[in-house]
């Protein structure tokens, strides 16, 4: 099952997203999944085919700032969590998608997770791979450093930066050639540097946490969290508070698995998330 990319413009911003259609004609809810911080659309390779054949149609875009989505300037957009939400709005709603599920991942899922609390007629259900989801949670000083003043501007100009947090984040080596993906849009312009910088000193992350906190605790709709327990970042106790307070929540833990559980854990993933999004259009 291939994956097929794709650009399309929502007002002035151009999304690039990957795809993986189902062969014939399925009535299941489509899933979109949604990247995290110094990553790309790309995380989801292996999880996309595998949606696709079991006749889900699958879309994961990069957010606007990283990847080969488009790349503006702060004073073109804002990079807070409530510009991503507007833009992502934007862009399901250019793909005429009503309802789907959602798949988050990462100190960006959280915005996933905002965006599903102020839109919860789209949201089927949720999965969410190690991302804040506590009060508790705080970003770790590897990515706090990437928004300090000036230096800051040195260390997100650099691609190994990429590198060194997709593998320390996953506590695993990745594949060259997934790693030349993964950098080209830092070797390409330093909008891509900027972007991440904006992200980071706009992530407003307590503000985010005090609304996924006391939003979810009235939500509806079935949550699979699957976390990985090597996560250097975010720690299981903080799945295990969020499951502890909210209903028709699933939590499998991932011995072996980093924060970026996707990369090296796909086919451990994909037993309980297959399943879980089969949901169909009704």
Known sequence: MSVKEHKIKVDSLEWFYREAEPIGQSDLLPVILLHGI??????????????????????????????????PEKRDFAYTPDAFITALAGFIQTLKIEKFSL?????????????????????????????????????????????????????TQDPLLVDRTLEGGSRYRIEDQDLDVYRRP??????????????????????AMAEIESGFQKWQQPILISWGMIDPWLSIEIA????????NVELIKLNNAG????????????????PFVRCVNK
């Open 240 to 247: 295990q508070k969020f499951s502890d307070s909210v209903s």
């Open 38 to 71: 110094v990553s790309q659309s790309y995380s989801w390779r292996n999880i996309l085919p595998a949606l696709a054949s079991q006749g889900t149609r699958a879309i994961a875009p990069d957010w606007i700032g990283y990847g080969f989505s488009s790349m």
């Open 186 to 207: 830092f070797l390409k312009t330093s909008a891509a540097g900027r972007g991440l910088l904006s992200t980071i000193r706009n992530l407003q992350l307590p503000q």
């Open 103 to 155: 798949v988050v991942q990462g100190f960006l899922g959280s915005v996933g997770l905002q965006y599903a609390l102020r839109h919860p007629e789209q949201i089927a259900n949720i999965v969410i791979l190690n991302a804040p989801i506590s009060t508790a949670a705080k970003l770790p000083w590897k990515i706090q450093q990437m928004g300090l003043p000036l230096a800051g501007e040195i260390i």
């Open 259 to 274: 924060h970026y559980s996707q990369e090296h854990y796909h086919k451990e993933i994909l037993e309980d998330l297959l």
